[in-house]
T-cell receptor, first 109, second 113 residues
Framework: GQNIDQPTEMTATEGAIVQINCTYQ??????LFWYQQHAGEAPTFLSY??LDGLEEKGRFSSFLSRSKGYSYLLLKELQMKDSASYLC??????????WGAGTKLIIKP | NAGVTQTPKFRVLKTGQSMTLLCAQD?????MYWYRQDPGMGLRLIHY???????AKGEVPDGYNVSRLKKQNFLLGLESAAPSQTSVYFC????????????FGPGTRLLVL
């Protein structure tokens, strides 16, 4: 079967750095997405990786290793508004998007 | 430019009742999707459409029907609601296929008693 694993919940301190991991086992791979979802709101796009390596966008970076079936989202200089769930999703060989259950990130002052 | 909108925002149904959820997008996107989101689970695709007049089944289509008569609208119908359909429903659209960014509506919270 197809599987996306993310930690259920993480806690970090305002101003710090946090890394949210995502491991996947899917039938094929055509890219990996990260979305942010604030409580009670819609998911919004953060990043898309299809090749190995690190993609940086301001305070957020996303890393992919296709050989290890692994990605992480790195958030720097954490702000209270970063408190949200972070969803990892993998596009499989049939171009079906498989979603992880999400990681709830709690930021403490 | 409203993006993706959904109506209603919240609804309570009794078992066996029917309803239609409406999704509209003003971005001229070809692809539209209906998902459900349940606690502790990832988003699950119910149905999707690759263009006006087309629909296809997703991962969990049973108990739902869809229609895409106009490019900008994607309707999700529940013919006979069941408590297992209590969920948050999200509509999304993308310019072309799922390899592109999906833009989500604000969601519809449905409670089936």
């Amino acid at each position: 079967g197809q599987n996306i694993d993310q930690p259920t919940e993480m806690t970090a301190t305002e101003g710090a750095i946090v890394q949210i991991n995502c491991t996947y086992q899917t039938s094929g791979f055509n890219g990996l997405f990260w979305y942010q979802q604030h409580a009670g709101e819609a998911p919004t796009f953060l990043s898309y990786n299809v090749l190995d390596g690190l993609e940086e966008k301001g305070r957020f970076s996303s890393f992919l290793s296709r050989s290890k079936g692994y990605s992480y989202l790195l958030l720097k200089e954490l702000q209270m508004k970063d408190s949200a769930s972070y969803l990892c999703a993998v596009l499989d060989s049939n171009y079906q998007l498989i979603w992880g259950a999400g990681t709830k990130l709690i930021i403490k002052p | 430019n409203a993006g993706v909108t959904q109506t209603p925002k919240f609804r309570v149904l009794k078992t066996g009742q029917s309803m239609t959820l409406l999704c509209a997008q003003d971005m001229n996107h070809e692809y539209m999707y209906w998902y459900r989101q349940d606690p502790g689970m990832g988003l699950r695709l119910i149905h999707y459409s690759v263009g006006e007049g087309t629909t296809a089944k997703g991962e969990v289509p049973d108990g739902y029907n869809v229609s895409r008569l106009k490019k900008q609208n994607f309707l999700l119908g529940l013919e006979s609601a069941a408590p297992s359909q209590t969920s948050v429903y999200f509509c999304a659209s993308s310019r072309q296929g799922p390899e592109e960014t999906q833009y989500f509506g604000p969601g519809t919270r449905l409670l089936v008693l």
